[in-house]
């Protein structure tokens, strides 16, 4: 497609965005080679090569890459919020409530949008960026052919508002997995920190990083006994940094290795 095989490429435009499980802005992500599986503690979503979506800004997800044939290649647009502020105020879109708590808007193949990637091969760098002095008028030209192919999106992209106070059980019950800081999930359960903090513990009748460490260490408690996976392969997934600490703290918590409960079972 864009990029040379048997290695994993990459291409952005727009503002750099942090790595972390808390999406910051809204990007757009094209597949064009491999398959990138992602999760929003809802449920689990792929995409193939072709194939993209919107993820959305103020949610979390966690996504990872699969090689196909020793190859990934994925194309990434940031629609950071002054680039969309420019652009409503320029273009005044229509825009409708869009009722889905979805981290990832899975879109519908349309030929212009493919059509849009493979116009971008002149303006590469070499680096896997667009050239700068081409970067928004890009970012704009796909903007307007998402709002033409699907009109829906004008009720995620030009939003602007904070998120509204939600009910905190809910929410850490589906989000516990997700390795970030607590001032995130105040945020995004609309509360301050220190309001945060009181409703967790009216709630839960702990702090929320007691909480958090014991929820999760249950979790890689019942994935390795119960459901056969490696603490290898199951510490990320509940939330923690690295494997050492993981075993650590799951030792301080039951007594024993991961690795033991592994062989025992």
Same mark, same amino acid.
């Given at each position: 497609m864009l990029l040379q095989p048997s290695q994993t490429k990459s291409c952005y435009i727009g503002p750099v965005i942090s790595p972390e499980e808390f999406i910051q802005e809204h990007f757009f992500l094209y597949i064009g080679k491999?398959? /990138?599986?992602?999760?929003?503690?809802?449920?689990?979503? *792929?995409?193939? %090569?072709? #194939?993209?979506?919107? $993820?959305?800004?103020?949610?979390?997800?966690r996504y990872n890459k699969e090689r196909v044939n020793n190859a990934f290649e994925k194309v990434v647009v940031i629609f950071d919020e002054p680039f969309l502020k420019k652009f409503a105020s320029q273009y005044k879109p229509t825009v409708k409530?869009?009722?889905? *708590?979805?981290?990832? $808007?899975?879109?519908?193949?349309?030929?212009?949008?493919?059509?849009?990637?493979? *116009?971008?091969? =002149?303006?590469?760098?070499?680096?896997?960026?667009?050239?700068?002095?081409?970067?928004?008028?890009?970012?704009? #030209?796909?903007?307007?052919?998402?709002?033409?192919? *699907? =009109?829906a999106l004008a009720g995620v992209l030009f939003d602007f508002a904070v998120p509204h106070k939600i009910d905190i059980e809910a929410f850490m019950n589906r989000n516990f997995r997700f390795n970030v800081a607590i001032q995130r999930f105040a945020y995004l359960t609309g509360r301050s920190i220190s309001a945060f903090k009181r409703d967790f513990a009216t709630t839960f009748? #702990?702090? =929320?990083?007691?909480?958090? /460490?014991?929820?999760?260490?249950?979790?890689?408690?019942?994935?390795?006994?119960?459901?056969?996976?490696k603490p290898?392969?199951?510490?990320? %997934?509940?939330?923690? #940094?690295?494997?050492?600490?993981?075993?650590f703290a799951f030792k301080k918590q039951f007594g024993f290795a991961p690795t033991q409960l592994q062989h025992a079972g």
């Open positions: 491999g398959i /990138m599986h992602g999760y929003d503690g809802h449920k689990h979503y *792929s995409l193939h %090569e072709g #194939e993209y979506c919107l $993820v959305r800004k103020n949610h979390l997800a409530k869009f009722t889905s *708590s979805s981290a990832f $808007v899975l879109l519908h193949q349309h030929k212009k949008i493919a059509a849009f990637i493979s *116009s971008l091969i =002149p303006y590469y760098d070499g680096f896997g960026k667009i050239k700068k002095q081409f970067a928004d008028s890009k970012r704009e #030209e796909l903007l307007l052919l998402l709002l033409k192919t *699907s =009109p009748h #702990e702090t =929320p990083g007691r909480w958090l /460490m014991q929820k999760r260490l249950r979790e890689a408690y019942f994935l390795i006994d119960k459901k056969g996976k290898s392969d199951v510490y990320l %997934e509940v939330g923690f #940094e690295d494997l050492s600490h993981f075993s």
